[in-house]
């Protein structure tokens, strides 16, 4: 049976009901009940075990007991959450130390969390681990910039390509900047809402980096090169049916920021 509803538990107050995305549970004289075909209608973004309070309600890939309980005492209080998402730094400065694969392994699997289009849950990760891979795929990038400062000269010139060749010619690397480690995020072309779902798995993973020690900074350049270069396509391993949606640099921020910037005031309208 795709959805069993425990009658001895279920106190009928149809939050499963209301909180089904599919609208796929339906209230009859027994109780909640799965409508017919609901198993290919269903999202698997188990909602409704997740809303339970009474955990009487289970689906036929996820019961209440699989779910991890929410401690109410480890929520964030505003004061919390406003300094975090403040105090937050995009790091350019990094230590010669690697970070442990397995340290790394754990805030991807963290940053997975991240909601997607229709729990499809698409996104795919590499994770370029070797500092002299993350090097390697920079000179990519480079070849990338003199190509276009040839044939695209107006476009590189507005993305100041010119600079960042001479700099890598001079033994700096302002693409990405000696960062130890290198995280990129796909998706098969054929979804639609990759970018999105890609773009908010490493927002995800950036805010989940500091607590773990960590650092990251988005990697621009890098992906407007590997979406346009087919060497740093297929250095990465990337198939003409997937595309490449970001790519962050990642590792132990080399300093310590003391104190929190002002920005701008939002531009607001209320429609």
């Known amino acids: 049976m795709f959805l069993k509803v425990d009658d001895s538990k279920c106190n009928r107050d149809g939050l499963c009901i209301d909180e089904c995305p599919a609208r796929i549970i339906e209230m009859n004289e027994e109780g909640p009940r799965a409508i017919e075909g609901a198993d290919t209608i269903c999202i698997r973004c188990g909602h409704c075990v997740a809303v339970c309070p009474e955990a009487a309600l289970s689906l036929d890939f996820l019961g209440p007991e699989e779910c991890q309980a929410i401690d109410d005492t ?24 690697e970070v442990p694969k397995k340290l790394l392994e754990k805030v991807v699997t963290l940053a997975s969390s991240a909601p997607t289009g229709s729990n499809r849950q698409p996104v795919k990760w590499i ?25 695209h000269a107006e476009v590189a010139v507005n993305y ?14 302002r693409i990405c900047r000696e960062a130890p480690h290198l995280i990129f995020t796909y998706t098969s072309r054929e979804v639609g ?18 607590s773990f020690g960590l650092g990251s900074c988005w990697a621009g350049y890098v992906t407007s090169g590997v979406t346009q270069w087919a060497p740093l396509q297929e250095f990465l391993g990337i198939g003409p049916d ?21 920005r701008n005031y939002p531009d607001i309208a209320f429609r």
């Open 160 to 173: 100041n390509m010119e600079l960042l060749v001479k700099s890598w010619e001079d033994g700096l690397d």
């Open 127 to 151: 994770i370029l681990y070797q500092r002299e891979t993350v090097r390697t795929l920079t000179s990519l990038v480079i070849d990338w910039m003199r190509f276009m400062l040839k044939n």
């Open 242 to 262: 997937e595309q490449i949606h970001g790519a962050i640099m990642a590792g132990y921020p080399k300093f310590r920021y003391q104190r929190i910037p002002p």
């Open 193 to 210: 809402s990759g970018k999105a779902d890609c773009d908010t798995a490493l927002a995800y993973l950036e805010l989940a980096l500091p």
């Open 74 to 97: 480890l929520q964030l209080n505003v004061d919390h959450v406003e300094h975090f998402l403040k105090s937050r730094r995009s790091i350019r400065t990094y230590r010669k130390k």
